[in-house]
Each structure stands twice: as structure tokens, then as C-alpha cells.
């Protein structure tokens, strides 16, 4: 919007040049006009509205100094004088300045006035002598109200909810983040300055503030950190889906690489460490800003204005590997327009993009759009999430939960309050998919030590891994998120340990957003210790391996490939239903198609051996349908260290 504001106003002030005159013949009022100018350009606004007043005082009909006015209340928002400033133009000749009703629609489109804008803009494009660049912006503009027409009379659900004083305060409130299970909410603030800092143009700050889901309701925000929160400004920030650490934007540091960077924290026992520079190749000169880490913390996603981009500012992304950030890769066409993508939010199903965007079709202003990744990793047309969602004003820093059916954002629809933060139930068409989670902590089966741990959750429809972290070093707790489209195994190793094995089966479960509490034990590897395989699979009455089995069985190889001393015996075990031979045979069976499976992609077949037992060691009762799934297993024995 300045790009073309600065463009009219230059082509405004090239036609004055040439034409070494001015519509009016007053001294006086080319005098003030001419002040005023300089005020303008040193960005002392109301001097110059003040000189412009005194210009057109002596001289009403001064369509330069109307023309300098309408730019002036542009640059200050000030909409309806800009719009009336353009008609007192229209009515003193309105073929003075041939981009008057492009300027006069540009301005009706900026607060909704789409039916009258579209008018005038028609009108503009009958303009013979006009700038083919400007054309471009106005057809583009008119397309625009065509759009927004359209999606106004086809309004999404839409209910916001204030979250109330313990989380809004008497400043703007804006940026929320969210931890996975809903109960951490972390919010930007614009504060005063306290008053040793405030400067010549700037006397506020932004800080984090924190509040906290208890007994279904929120707690009085308070400060997020002292180590954290500075004098200056620290915002948008993004939290991990454990709330462990976090990302945020900071700018005009000491150890900044340019305008703005991205920093991290760790929350260390309830403690936030110190924020550190998260450095090349993430940031840059330029600016980076707003991140939004995965639910995973493998990607980071930002947006900047750094070069190979496709606009003013972008979406980039960045992976974790080998202990540091990758170089950015622009998200591409897709996503990313000729003006500003910003605002990105991973949701925790790391598949569904939300941002904001001034390029793509929208209502005025920043829209906000969703986009899903597809199987190929390409990111989907944007869609735009529609009206009243969408407005002519700016709508950006959306962010949603876990579930799938809330988002939160921030609005100053209220103007008494400024800006704050609202919640409202997410229309079906623009849901993500809905995420659970599993989280606990890895122990020492013996000692009770708490233990850092890798974990592993898998797609086991195609053996792919998911999602990759540790467990804390300290409190050996963890948190891993489950999208429910899909079935997953979730596998936890640690050197001089037999590793655990977990299956959630959750597509198609229309049950599954109960968070699962496990806390894991893992097994010295000792002689007699085992595993109960839960990733592998048979048809039911059958002993024929199904493919999800596959991961599982590689991960007993790698066991043993590790720990070339031990062997170990593959045990098959079934519940009740059927006659003791029957059990006794499909047991025997199963063990052997593991057995084979493992010999024959391995050179293990000296270090296994198989046996069935089929009901006669039950792990729980067979009188429920819960009972015998777990009785129907799958064990790993280690029989010789």
C-alpha cells in the first residue's frame, strides 16, 4: 500500500514539474503549499496539515494543496477526510489530475465501501492518459470488489469471543501462542516505555505476558519472563507444543545480523534461560520476523524480506538437521505474491499452513488464508478464510488449536479496548486436521533414573518416520503430537537398552482427542528382560505378516546388529477364543513368520529362536475385548547375554 501510495504521489508531483505553474495564482497560498511540502517530507504531518489549511484559506479552489491534503490523511488513516478531501477536488475539476478516482476508489475499498469503489474505479480505467503500471493496480483493485461483493453475500460462521480482562489488558493485546494442550496462552503486549527509555519516536515497548487454563478459565496474564522481557521490543512470539521453548522476534539488538532476528529460549524447570541469537543462515541483513515452530521442532517457519523472494516480504522455511538450521527455502508461487506474505502458523498436524497476505484475492488490507501440504510436500492454492472472518481491515497473527475447532486472534473491534485477543469456533471448510498427544516420561525400569531417550513415531501404513525428538535429559519427560488421520507406532530407544514399542490407532477414531498419559520404561537388556512388540501385525486367524509390521522388525535388527552377544527368542502368544491345539499352532505360526522375516533380512538366524505358546501365558483377563487385544502379542526374550 505505500509502494503505491509513494508511486501516485511521485506521478502527483511530476505533472506539478512539468507544468511550472499551479492552479492557483495566490502567493501566499503557493507559500504555505510549498512549507507544507517540506513539513510533509520530514514527517512532520500536522504542520503541514496546518500550512495546507492556511493555503487553501486564501485561495479555496487550490487543487494541489487538496491533492497533498488526501496524501496526508492517507498516510495518517484518516479515511473518510481523504475520501472527502478527493470529492472537493471532483467538484473543483475533476480532470485536473487524471488518477483522482483511482486515488478516491483506493481509498472507498480501504473501509469497505466495495459497490462505490468498484464505480469509481470503473470510471478511472476509462482514463486515457494514465500509467499502464497504475491500469494493472486498478483492474487488479477492481477484482478486489468483485470478491469481496461476493463473499459478503456469502458469509462463513463466525462468533468472536473476547477472552476477557485476565487475559486482555488496558493496552493492545496481540500475537498469541498456544502449547498443544491448550492450557498456556502467551500474548504480545504494547506497554509505555518507562520513561529513562523513551525516544524522540518511539514511547512504547512490546512484552511477553502469560496466562493459564485453570478450572475452564484463564488466569491473570502476568510477565513472562525478566530474562526475556527487555526495555525494548521482544514479539510474535511462538511456543513449542510442550511449552519447553520458544521463538520470538526481537529487533534492533546489539547482536542482531539485521533490522530484526529471531531469538530462542528455553524454559529450564519452570525457568526461561536467557534468549539467544538463533543465527546464520536463519537470519540475515534483512529482516526476519514471526516465526512458527512445528510441533515437532524440526521446522521453522518465518517471514522476511531477505533477497530471492517473490515480493516485499515472504514465507521462508527451515529444517533442523545436525544440530543447526538449514539454509531457507522460499515457500515458492503458491504461497508467496508480489506483496507481502507474513503471520505464518504451522498447525501441530504439520500439514496445514494459516497466514496473512496482501497479494493474494482477499477483502482489503491483510487477508488471512489457509493452505495443506499434500503428499508430495507441495503446499495447495491458498484459500481465503472468508468474510466476516476477513474485512476491509488488516486481519493477521491468527493461530489455532490443537482440536482443530478454535482459533484465537486479535482484533480492535472493540475500539474503547484497543486491540485484544478473541477465540471463535472454526468453520468446517478452513479446520486442520485435529491433533492429539501422547506425553510422559522414559525411566529406568530398575533404578527409577529418568532418562533422555530418542523417540520415534511412525506412519505405519508407510513406514515413515513422523516425528523425531528426546525425551528432557533431566525430568525424562516428552510430549509427541498425533495427528488422528493416521495409525502411527511410537518406538523409544537408548543405548544399553531394549527399546519400547506403543501403536495408536487413530484414523477413522472418532474418539481419539483424549490426550494418552504413558510413562515408558525401558529395560536394561538383560538376560530375561523382553518386549512386547505391539507394531507387529497378522490378519486376524492368520499368520502372514501385514507391512506395517516392517519398521518394527528392522528396529529388532538394528537391536541386535548393536549387541552382537545377545540372542533371543521370538515368543507368539494368543487369548482364549479357539481350542488349546488351535492356539498352540496359530502361536507357533506367528513366531515363525517373524523368525523368517528377521533371518532373512538379516544374519541373525544363530542368535533367534521361535516358540508358541498360545493362550497359556495371558497378560490380562479374556473376558473383555480390551483383555484379549492385549493377550494377542508378539514377544522379544533375551535368553543369552
Keep these: 500500500m505505500l509502494k503505491n501510495l509513494l508511486l501516485i504521489l511521485l506521478i502527483f508531483l511530476t505533472l506539478i514539474i512539468k507544468a511550472q505553474d499551479f492552479s492557483t495564482k495566490s502567493k501566499k497560498a503557493i507559500k504555505y503549499y510549498k512549507s507544507a511540502i517540506f513539513h510533509f517530507d520530514n514527517n512532520k504531518t500536522d504542520i503541514a496539515v496546518k500550512e495546507l489549511k492556511r493555503a487553501i484559506k486564501k485561495d479555496n479552489n487550490f487543487i494541489e494543496a487538496y491533492l497533498l491534503m488526501g496524501d496526508i490523511y492517507k498516510v495518517r488513516k484518516e479515511n473518510q477526510k481523504e475520501i472527502n478531501t478527493y470529492f472537493k477536488i471532483i467538484e473543483i475539476d475533476e480532470n485536473f489530475f487524471p488518477y483522482i478516482y483511482y486515488n478516491l476508489a483506493s481509498s472507498e475499498l480501504r473501509i469497505g465501501e466495495y459497490e462505490i469503489a468498484k464505480s469509481h474505479f470503473i470510471k478511472f480505467l476509462k482514463e486515457k492518459k494514465v500509467r499502464k503500471d497504475i491500469i494493472n493496480i486498478a483492474e487488479q483493485k477492481l477484482k478486489q470488489c468483485d470478491f469481496a461483493i461476493e463473499q459478503i453475500k456469502n458469509p462463513v460462521k463466525f462468533n468472536p469471543i473476547n477472552l476477557g480482562p485476565n487475559v486482555n489488558s488496558i493496552y493492545d493485546d496481540y500475537w498469541p501462542a498456544l502449547t498443544v494442550d491448550g492450557k498456556t496462552l502467551i500474548t504480545t503486549v ?40 527487555t526495555p525494548f521490543n521482544e514479539g510474535a512470539l511462538s511456543i513449542s507444543s510442550d511449552g519447553s521453548y520458544c521463538f520470538f522476534t526481537a529487533c534492533g539488538r546489539s547482536n542482531g545480523y539485521g533490522l530484526c532476528d529471531i531469538y530462542m529460549a528455553k524454559n529450564e524447570n519452570g525457568k526461561w ?12 541483513k534483512y529482516s526476519e520476523k514471526q516465526p512458527s515452530i512445528s510441533s515437532d521442532g524440526k521446522t521453522l517457519y518465518f517471514s522476511s524480506n531477505r533477497p530471492g523472494g517473490k515480493g516485499n516480504m515472504d514465507l521462508w522455511v527451515s529444517t ?83 482440536e482443530g475447532n478454535k482459533a484465537f486472534f486479535s482484533s480492535d473491534r472493540e475500539k474503547v479496548t484497543g486491540r485484544d485477543i478473541y477465540e471463535f469456533a472454526l468453520p468446517e471448510k478452513i479446520k486442520p486436521i485435529s491433533v492429539n498427544y501422547v506425553n510422559g516420561f522414559v525411566y ?44 502411527y507406532a511410537l518406538e523409544v530407544n537408548k543405548k544399553g537398552y531394549l527399546f519400547f514399542s506403543e501403536n495408536f490407532s487413530l484414523k477413522d477414531n472418532n474418539n481419539s482427542l483424549n490426550p494418552y498419559l504413558i510413562n515408558i520404561p525401558l529395560h536394561p537388556i538383560n538376560i530375561g528382560e523382553k518386549i512386547i512388540l505391539k507394531n507387529i501385525f497378522f490378519s486376524t486367524n492368520s499368520y502372514e505378516l501385514k507391512k506395517e509390521s516392517f519398521f518394527e522388525l528392522s528396529k529388532i535388527i538394528q537391536l541386535m546388529n548393536n549387541n552382537p552377544d545377545i540372542k533371543a527368542e521370538i515368543a507368539g502368544h494368543t487369548d482364549s477364543t479357539g481350542t488349546k491345539e488351535y492356539n498352540i499352532k496359530l502361536s507357533q505360526n506367528r513366531a515363525k513368520s517373524v523368525y523368517n522375516y528377521l533371518i532373512k533380512n538379516s544374519d541373525l538366524k544363530s542368535r533367534l529362536t521361535y516358540k508358541g505358546y498360545g493362550s497359556s501365558m495371558p497378560i490380562a483377563t479374556n473376558n473383555t475385548i480390551l483383555g484379549r487385544s492385549k493377550n494377542r502379542r508378539t514377544e522379544f526374550i533375551i535368553i543369552t547375554k
Excluded at 529513562?196 to 485453570?214: C, G
Excluded at 534461560?273 to 540475515?284: A, D, K, L, Q
Excluded at 533404578?447 to 525428538?469: G, P, S
Design 190 to 229: 504494547m506497554l509505555p516505555k518507562e520513561e529513562a527509555y523513551i525516544s524522540l519516536h518511539d514511547s512504547t515497548q512490546e512484552d511477553f505476558y502469560v496466562s493459564y487454563l485453570k478450572n475452564k478459565n484463564w488466569t491473570k496474564a502476568t510477565k513472562l519472563s525478566s530474562i526475556i522481557n
Design 444 to 487: 529406568d525400569s530398575k533404578t527409577n533414573i529418568k532418562l533422555e531417550a530418542e523417540i520415534e513415531l511412525i506412519d505405519i501404513e508407510t513406514n515413515k518416520i513422523i516425528t523425531k525428538k528426546t525425551s528432557d535429559k533431566t525430568s525424562g519427560k516428552y510430549l509427541v503430537c498425533l495427528p488422528t488421520n493416521k495409525n
Design 273 to 284: 534461560t536467557r534468549p539467544v541469537n538463533i543465527g546464520r543462515p536463519v537470519n540475515s
Design 320 to 402: 533442523y538437521e545436525n544440530s543447526r538450521w538449514s539454509e531457507p527455502q522460499n515457500l515458492g508461487d503458491s504461497i508467496n505474491t508480489f506483496n507481502s506474505e507474513i503471520s505464518p502458523f504451522i498447525h501441530h498436524d504439520n500439514q496445514t499452513l494459516y497466514f496473512a497476505s496482501n497479494g493474494h484475492m482477499g477483502m482489503g488490507g491483510y487477508d488471512m488464508f489457509v493452505s495443506r501440504k499434500d503428499s508430495t510436500e507441495k503446499w495447495s492454492r491458498p484459500e481465503n478464510l472468508g468474510y466476516p472472518i476477513n474485512t476491509f481491515g488488516e486481519e493477521f497473527g491468527m493461530i489455532i488449536n490443537s
